[in-house]
T-cell receptor, first 117, second 114 residues
Framework: DTGVSQNPRHKITKRGQNVTFRCDPI?????LYWYRQTLGQGPEFLTYFQNEAQLEKSRLLSDRFSAERPKGSFSTLEIQRTEQGDSAMYLC???????????????FGPGTRLLVL | RKEVEQDPGPFNVPEGATVAFNCTYS??????FFWYRQDCRKEPKLLMS???SGNEDGRFTAQLNRASQYISLLIRDSKLSDSATYLCVAHRIISNFGNEKLTFGTGTRLTIIP
């Protein structure tokens, strides 16, 4: 399967614990995005990378959230000191990200569903 | 006002009927648009891209009206398998360095009734 993959698919944790999610984008894609989605809402942008550089961060991304893409391939999203309000689906997407129409199309992974108890 | 607005529905439509959704966007700098389909508890999957006035793919037609800042999606001869949430998405470049922003609507829920 050459699509976007995410691990784990589900995570249950207790409030106050740290969690880390991983995303492996489509191999030739330069850009990688993280979104959060709660029930009844569309995905909300968190942050994105062009290769290893983090270009944009949403105000939704509090200082408890950090994302990395150290070698410009896979990315990790870490949430420290989780709160119940962090419970959501965390989606990763990737795109070619060239300055050519059509390459901005984002393809999503299956998501990591987080439940904070 | 939200940057991308959709009627959340639900739309309950008999099989075989034609259904249309509208989506409005507030930022005139938005350059390209997408419709994604999302099944319950699954990831969004790209349905159509819209760059100029519209796009057609089989039973699906998307129209873009830049003057009125809305995008529509038309589904003809609807099938049971079309039941899903349809997300409208606007894309724009937000800096001279090529930083971009993709904004999703909340989605329109469609149920096709046998």
């Amino acid at each position: 399967d050459t699509g976007v993959s995410q691990n784990p698919r589900h995570k249950i944790t207790k409030r106050g614990q740290n969690v880390t999610f991983r995303c492996d984008p489509i191999s030739e894609h330069n850009r990688l995005y993280w979104y959060r989605q709660t029930l009844g809402q569309g995905p909300e942008f968190l942050t994105y990378f062009q290769n290893e550089a983090q270009l944009e961060k949403s105000r939704l991304l509090s200082d408890r959230f950090s994302a990395e893409r150290p070698k410009g391939s896979f990315s990790t999203l870490e949430i420290q000191r989780t709160e119940q309000g962090d419970s959501a689906m965390y989606l990763c997407a990737s795109s070619l990200g060239l300055v050519i129409e059509g390459t901005e199309t984002q393809y999503f992974g299956p998501g990591t569903r987080l439940l904070v108890l | 006002r939200k940057e991308v607005e959709q009627d959340p529905g639900p739309f309950n439509v008999p099989e075989g009927a034609t259904v249309a959704f509208n989506c409005t966007y507030s930022n005139s700098a938005s350059q390209s648009f997408f419709w994604y389909r999302q099944d319950c508890r699954k990831e969004p999957k790209l349905l159509m891209s819209v760059y100029s006035s519209g796009n057609e793919d089989g039973r699906f037609t998307a129209q873009l009206n830049r003057a009125s800042q809305y995008i529509s999606l038309l589904i003809r001869d609807s099938k049971l398998s079309d039941s899903a949430t349809y997300l409208c998405v606007a894309h724009r470049i937000i800096s001279n360095f090529g930083n971009e922003k993709l904004t999703f609507g909340t989605g329109t829920r469609l149920t096709i009734i046998p």
